[in-house]
């Protein structure tokens, strides 16, 4: 997992630990850490740490798991990667969280994987809406095509009727904040990738060959969900070990470049 990009992006400082008051819990006991690092919180500051919580969801299609896409690689080498390449102060364990648990008011940034078959209960709708809207952020990632995103925008047309998303231009400071990147990242899965795809194949109009990034704001013009379409960030975190070639040319060039910016603007704005 070591790299020279790696190393010399160790005095990268994210100064954002000072806002998150995170209260971490570790994954159960259950769960196979699968070589990722491990580390010690600090005992004498155990909540003034960043912890990368994921959202559990219902789905209508038969995968009743599709928020557990990636999980848990993807979850453990992303905070492995912040806290030894950041100045951010990290969980090693993350957590996951049911939508309408009163806990998820103590993570301001939350993550969902594969929404395009999301159904949200009256419960979780309402829970959703108050989280975000009292501050929370929610980062979206991993669904393709028409199809999947005109379900995923249905749901969100319920939490927040009135509040269109809106295409995030280049010019957005999300895409320069921590790593300048020059154009927006688009990431196909590993398997895809080894058949020399660069993006996921959906029939239709949108086919999945063009990547967006999609905003949806508050009142204040404070940015509270990122939409991730048509690319796989979380795959490369899960993968970034299996393969060199999708290591180099997706893993490390787009993937992590792309996920500490979005956490450094969320922490910070």
């Avoid at 969100?156 to 400071?173: A, N, T, Y």
């Avoid at 379409?229 to 993937?255: C, I, V």
Wanted: net charge negative; charged share 25%; proline share 8%.
């Amino acid at each position: 997992m070591k790299n020279k990009m790696f190393i010399a992006l160790s005095g990268v400082a994210i100064a954002a630990a000072a806002w998150i008051m995170a209260q971490p819990r570790p994954l159960p006991p259950s769960i196979d850490r699968r070589g990722v690092p491990s580390w010690q919180v600090d005992n004498e500051m155990p909540r003034d740490v960043f912890t990368f919580c994921r959202l559990r969801y219902s789905s209508y299609s038969g995968r009743g798991r599709k928020w557990a896409t990636d999980y848990p690689d993807a979850d453990l080498n992303f905070s492995y990667r912040l806290q030894e390449l950041t100045s951010m102060k990290v969980h090693p364990d993350g957590m996951v969280l049911n939508i309408t648990d009163p806990k998820l008011t103590d993570y301001p940034f939350v993550y969902m994987a594969e929404p395009g078959d999301l159904w949200l209960s009256e419960p979780e709708v309402k829970a959703l809406r108050g989280y975000l809207l009292n501050g929370g952020f929610l980062m979206v990632d991993d669904f393709w095509g028409g199809d999947e995103y005109d379900n995923f925008a249905a749901e969100m047309r319920r939490v927040f009727p009135d509040r269109e998303p809106k295409e995030l231009p280049l010019e957005h400071p999300i895409f320069h904040c921590v790593f300048d990147l020059k154009e927006k990242p688009q990431l196909p899965s590993i398997g895809q990738a080894m058949q020399g795809m660069n993006f996921e194949y959906r029939p239709g109009p949108d086919n999945g060959s063009q990547v967006h990034y999609k905003g949806i704001f508050d009142d204040k013009d404070r940015l509270m969900v990122i939409i991730c379409h048509n690319t796989d960030l979380g795959d490369g975190w899960e993968r970034e070990g299996e393969n060199q070639y999708y290591f180099k040319n997706f893993s490390e060039p787009k993937a992590y470049p792309m996920g500490i910016n979005i956490i450094f603007y969320a922490m910070t704005h």
